[in-house]
Structure formats: structure tokens, C-alpha cells
């Protein structure tokens, strides 16, 4: 959610042949979350509860968006309603790179990174390499290789189809319930991980002017109200 004060993506380039990322009957419109984000800084520990509700997804388009509430924050009257949306990392859309909001390749290397779901992505994709290519007494090498190719492009050629979590960066766009001078800022974004097994999102929030590496931690309700499954779409 939005955090205290303090381009399009380059994946649009990406290769058009790439599968999209599995469906999830977890990750459509209508589905709620709840957790909280940690927003400490080195003054004092503080976690905001938060509740996520997806209104829109379009995985063919790699499109998704909701709404964010955050409902202790201590300068706000009223808990905090922001509208986001959401690009999926499908290597056919959006890559890992996201070439703007201030974020540069290594933010991004350095973000994603903190993901443990990550770096199996890059196992996965090697032993699949290797295993059609008959290199298996090279499969450090090739590791070694789409960590390169992912810090080099985003990751254009890395296989996300099959893969078990599903990352995306959010973006707030405004508020929905109060002014911009309620004393946060959502001028930053999150990257995001979102597991396809039991519907938990992780996240970290990035904005240079803010606490660093703030973290979402959310888990599904089972709660699903009515959304919209395609990209046009009313807030209500």
C-alpha cells in the first residue's frame, strides 16, 4: 500500500513466442488477501495491515488490477484505499526489467533475488537446457548463463509457463478514499511473487525516497466477491 512520504517496460519488446505464465484459479478477478506490510524504519518497527482485492486479470495480456487497503496507518483518519495495476512477467509482455519508476536493472537483479522462488526459476529453466541439449556435466555453466541472460534482457528466453509462482510488479495509480496530502506517497512499486499452490503473495516495495526492501506478506481468504476478467473495467 501506500508507503510514508520520505517508460512503458522493456518486456514490451520481449519475444512474442513465449508461452504465458499457468493460469490460477487463485489469481482472478474477484479474490481477496490479506497480511500485512512491514514499513520499519531504522527509528522504530511498524507493520500495516493489508487487504488486496483483485478487480481485473488478463494473463494473455499480462494485465492484472486492484485495489489496497491499508487500515492502521497512524496519520490517517480512515484506513487507506489505493487503486493499482499490475504487470505480469511473462517474457512475451513484461520481462524481469521493468525500465522505469526510477528502477534501474541492478534494482531490479537486486529485488527479485530476494525471492526464494527465484533462483529455483533459474534451476528449472537449466536442467530443461541441459536435459534437451544433452549437456548435463555443463549444468553450472548454463546456470551461470541464464543469470547473465537475465541481467543482460530480463530474461526474454526464460520458460515461465509451467513454473509453480507467478511474478509481477504492482504499480498504485491513486487514491480511492482520501486526497494526496493524507501524508503517504505512492510513488514507488512492488515487485511481486505470487504462489500458484496456495494463493500467498510476497512482495518488497521499491521507491528511492523510502525505507528499502518494505515487505507484503499476504495469504488468501477463500473470500471471492465479483471482478471483472478482462482489462476494461468501472471501480465501483
Not at 92 to 117: I, L
Amino acid at each position: 500500500t501506500a508507503t510514508p512520504s520520505s517508460q512503458s517496460s522493456s518486456g514490451q519488446e520481449a519475444n512474442a513466442v513465449q508461452p504465458s505464465p499457468p493460469s490460477c484459479s487463485l489469481l482472478t478477478a474477484g479474490r481477496c488477501f490479506a497480511g500485512t506490510q512491514n514499513v520499519s524504519s531504522l527509528q522504530k518497527d511498524e507493520a500495516w495491515k493489508v487487504n488486496v482485492r483483485i478487480h481485473g486479470c488478463d494473463i494473455e495480456q499480462g494485465y492484472l488490477c486492484g485495489t489496497m487497503e491499508a487500515l492502521n496507518v497512524p496519520l490517517a483518519d480512515t484506513p487507506v484505499v489505493t487503486f493499482w495495476e499490475g504487470e505480469i512477467v511473462d517474457a512475451k509482455n513484461y520481462t524481469f526489467f521493468t525500465g522505469k519508476w526510477e528502477a534501474s536493472a541492478e534494482d531490479d537483479v537486486r529485488h527479485w533475488s530476494k525471492f526464494p522462488s527465484f533462483t529455483p526459476l533459474l534451476v528449472t529453466n537449466c536442467l530443461n537446457w541441459c536435459g534437451q541439449q544433452h549437456e548435463f556435466e555443463n549444468v553450472l555453466l548454463i546456470y551461470f548463463v541464464l543469470q547473465s541472460q537475465i541481467e543482460a534482457d530480463g530474461g526474454k528466453s526464460v520458460d515461465l509457463s509451467n513454473y509453480p509462482y507467478i511474478f509481477m510488479r504492482w504499480k498504485e495509480q491513486y487514491f480511492v478514499n482520501v486526497g494526496v496530502d493524507c501524508g503517504l506517497t505512492i510513488a514507488g512499486f512492488y515487485y511481486v511473487c505470487f504462489s500458484c499452490s496456495d494463493g500467498s503473495i510476497s512482495g518488497f516495495y521499491y521507491d528511492p525516497n523510502s525505507s528499502p526492501f518494505q515487505k507484503l506478506e499476504l495469504k488468501c481468504t477463500n473470500e471471492k466477491q465479483s471482478g471483472f476478467t478482462f482489462s476494461s473495467y468501472e471501480l465501483q
